[in-house]
């Protein structure tokens, strides 16, 4: 099942929903569907963070399926979203995750395929959608023993936007 957490809460996303967004992704976001799949196939919970004011769900204490939680502090902008810092649910997080993946590279369907496998080896893991900035402050903050750090090969990620339309 895919939830998404809010501010004001977490919530199931409906299944016609998720295929919806998973349908509409743009070629560059393809990756996600290796998470998505086994997700919206009741493989894995997914419990997605797009805001850094989401508090922790108290429903996640009690997790017991194999859980990805998909948090996204990289919004296309080198200083992403504020790093660990920002968020109100790190230090929940880091204490809940039993392996971490921080992910501060363009995404590789096999980089979200890893995410599903831990987490069916170790219950619950975290994978943390950052900038090369605030990637290395990610790892130092979930402070996890089981740490996946996943850098761009030149150092920058994302890219500057640098691209210009052609008439």
């Known amino acids: 099942m895919i939830f998404l957490a809010a501010p004001a809460g977490c919530a199931m996303l409906p299944a016609s929903l998720a295929r919806t967004i998973r349908g509409n992704l743009p070629a560059s976001h393809q990756f996600v569907?290796?998470?998505?799949?086994?997700?919206?196939?009741?493989?894995i919970d997914m419990v997605g963070f797009a805001d850094p004011r989401t508090p922790w769900p108290r429903a996640m204490k009690h997790t017991r399926r194999p859980t990805v939680v998909l948090l996204g502090d990289d919004p296309g902008a080198p200083a992403g979203l504020g790093g660990p810092e920002a968020w109100r649910c790190a230090a929940k997080l880091s204490r809940w995750a039993r392996a971490v993946i921080v992910h501060a590279a363009g995404g590789q369907p096999e980089h979200y395929a890893e995410a599903t496998r831990a987490a069916l080896c170790v219950g619950r893991v975290a994978m943390i959608e950052t900038t090369a900035m605030h990637a290395r402050a990610w790892a130092r903050r979930m402070n996890c023993r089981r740490t996946l750090l996943i850098l761009p090969r030149d150092g920058l990620h994302p890219l500057p936007q640098t691209a210009e339309a052609v008439a």
């Open 33 to 43: 569907r290796t998470l998505a799949a086994p997700a919206e196939c009741d493989v």
